[in-house]
């Protein structure tokens, strides 16, 4: 059973950039056809797609995000980051870190990022 967990600052300020790592343990990231995928919800508003890095090591990201996401991954520790940058008050919200072939079929339990200064 793949597990994962979210981890890095819970506050950031307005322009700055937000860094989360996900960490994954039951099974590798370059596990062949698995996709792992950054997802987050705003309060009040549905869950929202961000990007992703495929076990090959392609990357894919959302285009409403215009650029300002960066995922990278670290084969050595099992793990995989997202960078956002030029966080504003609206980047407020619970970020997850998932799994899975075509859908995200593993979830962490998510990390609340407040964006403020």
């Known amino acids: 059973q793949v597990q994962l967990q979210e981890s890095g600052p819970g506050l950031v300020k307005p322009s700055q950039t937000l860094s989360l790592t996900c960490t994954v343990s039951g099974g590798s990231i370059t596990t062949n056809y698995y996709y792992w995928s950054w997802i987050r919800q705003a309060p009040g508003k549905g869950l929202e797609w961000m990007g992703a890095?495929?076990?090959?090591?392609?990357?894919y990201d959302s285009p409403s995000l215009k650029g300002r996401t960066s995922i990278s991954r670290d084969t050595a520790k099992n793990q995989f980051t997202l960078q956002l940058s030029s966080v504003t008050p609206e980047g407020t919200a619970v970020y997850y870190c998932?799994?899975?072939?075509?859908?995200?079929?593993?979830w962490g339990k998510g990390t609340l990022v407040t964006v403020s200064s």
């Open positions: 998932g799994s899975g072939h075509y859908a995200v079929d593993y």
């Open positions: 890095i495929a076990y090959s090591g392609s990357l």
